[in-house]
């Protein structure tokens, strides 16, 4: 065989390999008896059937689990929600002014006094120091509320053991204007 420049050459394969499945599938299906092209029909609808069913119970079980999570989800959503509110809130809330270097240790005393804590703090250049007793809980409070009222950062907390009364005694360093 010969192959010129200007022809394709000849597909080696007959022509009935080519012909397309469907057309295949229709030869065999009637080259078969009638007893079994019932056979296949009822195999074909009963593959189809068991299909269909398996569909439905795997559409059925999701429906079940999403209805069993939806509420958890909702739940979730309205509490993204509140979240949102919220900082919008915070994000409108002016931005309080800072007090005076030398007000702040009068400041840090009454903040003290209110959460039954005896504290004397004092002024020592860029830094403030306060030493006092309290129990160990009103004192971690007592250091949230100042970091986020005035600003105030402790950087050096030094607390010895509570006595009997559960009363510490402690010795802070704060460091002014950080938000």
């Given at each position: 065989m010969?192959?010129?420049?200007?022809?394709?050459p000849?597909?080696s394969?007959?022509?009935?390999?080519?012909?397309?499945?469907?057309?295949?599938?229709?030869?065999?299906y009637?080259?078969?008896?009638?007893?079994?092209?019932?056979?296949?029909?009822?195999?074909?609808a009963?593959v189809?059937s068991?299909?269909?069913?398996?569909?439905?119970?795997y559409?059925?079980?999701?429906?079940e689990?999403?209805?069993?999570?939806?509420?958890?989800?909702y739940?979730a959503?309205?509490?993204?929600e509140q979240?949102?509110?919220?900082?919008?809130?915070?994000?409108?809330?002016?931005?309080?002014t800072a007090?005076?270097?030398?007000?702040?240790p009068?400041?840090?005393?009454?903040?003290?006094?209110?959460?039954?804590?005896?504290?004397?703090?004092?002024?020592?250049?860029?830094v403030i120091?306060?030493?006092?007793?309290?129990?160990?809980?009103?004192?971690?409070?007592?250091?949230?509320?100042?970091?986020?009222?005035?600003?105030?950062?402790?950087?050096?907390?030094?607390?010895?053991?509570?006595?009997?009364?559960?009363?510490a005694?402690?010795?802070?360093?704060?460091?002014v204007?950080?938000?």
């Amino acid at each position: 065989m010969t192959v010129s420049a200007n022809k394709p050459p000849q597909p080696s394969a007959p022509p009935s390999a080519r012909v397309a499945l469907s057309t295949r599938l229709r030869a065999r299906y009637a080259a078969c008896s009638p007893r079994e092209r019932r056979l296949l029909v009822i195999a074909l609808a009963v593959v189809l059937s068991g299909g269909l069913i398996a569909l439905a119970d795997y559409l059925a079980s999701e429906r079940e689990r999403l209805a069993r999570s939806l509420p958890a989800a909702y739940l979730a959503y309205l509490g993204m929600e509140q979240d949102s509110l919220g900082l919008a809130a915070l994000k409108e809330r002016p931005v309080p002014t800072a007090l005076p270097l030398a007000a702040l240790p009068e400041s840090i005393k009454a903040s003290a006094s209110v959460r039954g804590i005896v504290v004397e703090p004092r002024l020592n250049g860029d830094v403030i120091e306060a030493s006092g007793t309290t129990t160990l809980v009103a004192l971690v409070n007592w250091l949230a509320a100042l970091q986020a009222e005035q600003g105030l950062r402790p950087i050096r907390l030094e607390v010895q053991p509570a006595t009997a009364d559960g009363r510490a005694r402690f010795e802070a360093v704060f460091e002014v204007g950080v938000q």
